[in-house]
């Protein structure tokens, strides 16, 4: 993890409800550059609420998104990409018949001279950031259908740090990946830590947590349990906070 004074984005005392019911419920946690802070809670814990809130899918009822340091207004996931901010989700969001190169550009194509899709242009940018992340990766003419699951989060990272991402969003993204696949992410989130992204990693998996991040934001009914470096809790710590809701004892002043 970077050592900078200022966080790259700052979430604080976020509420927000849905007929009546507090989803989120004054929660506040922060990003630096260049590290990987984890949010665990049940199903209904509000985890997926909150970060909508920072990609734009969901406006807050109240609290404040500062990125950088200044006020950020996100009122939509287009509000969201104009602050650097891009989010991963478990589906990819790819189109399986177009290939690497197609999915990277899709809806941003280069063009010539001509106003002509420039085919070959894409295909040499998708194979400099992929030589940047995913060295091993060679399939830039196979359909991403035929790509493995590791594979595939790889273009969707190139996809978004391509286009000057700073802050990811990334749902569950070893969820049904076997070992290989599941140390592939992992190497391209170490990459992309040491380029100083921040990466806000949603997953239900308190030993791909330990593994993948430095801070574990936990949360339970919408209120925010407590923020904690896995290196100095175990995962049944963890376990415990999202379970009983409690902080670990020997972490409690």
């Not at 990987?36 to 969901?58: E, F, P, Q, R």
């Not at 950088?68 to 189109?95: K, V």
């Amino acid at each position: 993890m970077t050592d900078t004074s200022t966080p790259l984005v700052e979430l604080k005392d976020i509420s927000i409800a849905f007929g009546g019911i507090k989803a989120v419920d004054h929660v506040s946690v922060d990003l630096y550059p260049g590290e990987v802070v984890g949010l665990l809670g049940h199903n209904g814990a509000g985890k997926s609420t909150l970060i909508k809130c920072l990609s734009g899918a969901y406006q807050m009822d109240s609290g404040e998104v500062l990125v950088n340091g200044q006020h950020a207004t996100i009122n939509n996931p287009r509000d969201a990409r104009n602050y650097n901010i891009e989010t991963i989700y478990q589906t990819l969001a790819l189109a399986d018949n177009l290939d690497a190169a197609s999915n990277l550009f899709l809806g941003r194509e280069l063009t010539n001279a001509m106003g002509l899709v420039d085919d070959a242009a894409m295909e040499a940018e998708t194979r400099k950031i992929m030589g940047r992340l995913n060295p091993n990766f060679q399939k830039f003419s196979a359909p991403v259908s035929a790509l493995s699951g590791g594979q595939r989060q790889s273009v969707a990272i190139a996809r978004a740090v391509y286009f000057n991402a700073r802050i990811l969003i990334m749902d569950e993204p070893t969820a049904a990946l076997g070992p290989q696949e599941t140390q592939m992410v992992a190497e391209l989130i170490d990459e992309l830590k040491r380029q100083g992204l921040g990466i806000f990693l949603i997953d239900h998996d308190v030993h791909q947590v330990k593994a993948l991040c430095d801070r574990a934001a936990v949360m339970k009914n919408g209120k925010l349990v407590g923020v904690v470096k896995v290196d100095e809790v175990s995962e049944d710590d963890i376990l415990a906070m999202i379970i009983a809701g409690k902080q670990p004892e020997h972490l409690v002043a």
